[in-house]
């Protein structure tokens, strides 16, 4: 099995889906990752671990060194800035993802759920352009393809503003209704390499540290997905 995963800067596939990578690519499963920008705009560390000029030859490696962990085969970047897909035109983005999807031919597509997770105008704008790439996609297949969107639990970000952990800095986190997530990966086994991998994202150590002390709200030993659409095929 191949999948492909779709997401908007370095780090967001260890954040969402790092434990998952793992596990299916310890079971001989490939999988690829296409990554919108080089994460242009982000943090350069703090103390700082490189300059706003090197800033996205840094993160570009940082991911490399995450993806090797992992076991990603391949990452296609798309060229584009940090901070500006929200302006970009759907239908270019579509045009950049779409010509992937037919090389790679993945069985799996996996990207942000419509409020891009946190709602970050850059996740919003890969999933809708991913979403729509996966569907023009599934057309031309005679194989069954799967679509899903990363998920966070409507009942974990509860605990999260309760004990003061939430991520607001796109505004109130929406989440995923518990009913509505149709798969639970349990990454146990997985965890300490996704703990691994985050932390080679060494300029965005304020990210990953953030996220690892939920681990006392939370449990972050399962990652969870929406299936949001499939081809009739197979």
């Given at each position: 099995m191949k999948t492909l995963l779709i997401f908007a800067h370095p780090d967001d596939e260890t954040f969402s889906s790092g434990g998952t990578i793992a596990k299916l690519t310890s079971k001989g499963n490939v999988v690829n990752l296409i990554t919108a920008t080089k994460g242009e705009a982000g943090?350069?560390?703090?103390p700082p671990v490189t300059d706003r000029k090197h800033i996205a030859k840094v993160r570009e490696q940082e991911l490399r060194n995450a993806a090797k962990i992992l076991g990603i085969s391949k990452i296609h970047f798309l060229g584009l800035i940090d901070g500006t897909l929200h302006k970009v035109k759907?239908?270019?983005?579509v045009k950049k993802v779409l010509?992937?999807?037919?090389?790679?031919?993945?069985d799996v597509i996996i990207t942000f759920d419509s409020t891009g997770a946190s709602n970050h105008p850059d996740h919003i704008?890969?999933?809708?352009?991913?979403?729509?790439?996966?569907?023009?996609?599934?057309?031309s297949v005679k194989k069954h393809i799967r679509l899903y969107?990363?998920?966070?639990?409507?009942?974990?970000?509860?605990?999260?503003?309760?004990?003061?952990?939430?991520?607001?800095?796109?505004?109130k986190m929406k989440g995923v209704s518990d009913e509505l997530i149709t798969t639970k990966s349990d990454i146990s086994k997985q965890f300490r390499k996704k703990v691994k991998a985050l932390k080679q994202h060494r300029t965005q150590h304020k990210d990953w540290e953030r996220f690892l002390k939920r681990e006392f709200a939370v449990d972050l030993n399962?990652?969870?997905f929406t299936l949001i659409?499939?081809?009739?095929?197979?």
């Amino acid at each position: 099995m191949k999948t492909l995963l779709i997401f908007a800067h370095p780090d967001d596939e260890t954040f969402s889906s790092g434990g998952t990578i793992a596990k299916l690519t310890s079971k001989g499963n490939v999988v690829n990752l296409i990554t919108a920008t080089k994460g242009e705009a982000g943090q350069v560390g703090d103390p700082p671990v490189t300059d706003r000029k090197h800033i996205a030859k840094v993160r570009e490696q940082e991911l490399r060194n995450a993806a090797k962990i992992l076991g990603i085969s391949k990452i296609h970047f798309l060229g584009l800035i940090d901070g500006t897909l929200h302006k970009v035109k759907t239908e270019a983005i579509v045009k950049k993802v779409l010509p992937i999807l037919k090389q790679e031919k993945p069985d799996v597509i996996i990207t942000f759920d419509s409020t891009g997770a946190s709602n970050h105008p850059d996740h919003i704008a890969m999933s809708k352009a991913a979403t729509i790439a996966f569907n023009r996609y599934a057309v031309s297949v005679k194989k069954h393809i799967r679509l899903y969107h990363t998920a966070i639990p409507l009942s974990n970000l509860k605990k999260l503003e309760k004990t003061g952990m939430s991520y607001n800095a796109f505004g109130k986190m929406k989440g995923v209704s518990d009913e509505l997530i149709t798969t639970k990966s349990d990454i146990s086994k997985q965890f300490r390499k996704k703990v691994k991998a985050l932390k080679q994202h060494r300029t965005q150590h304020k990210d990953w540290e953030r996220f690892l002390k939920r681990e006392f709200a939370v449990d972050l030993n399962k990652e969870y997905f929406t299936l949001i659409s499939e081809n009739e095929i197979g």
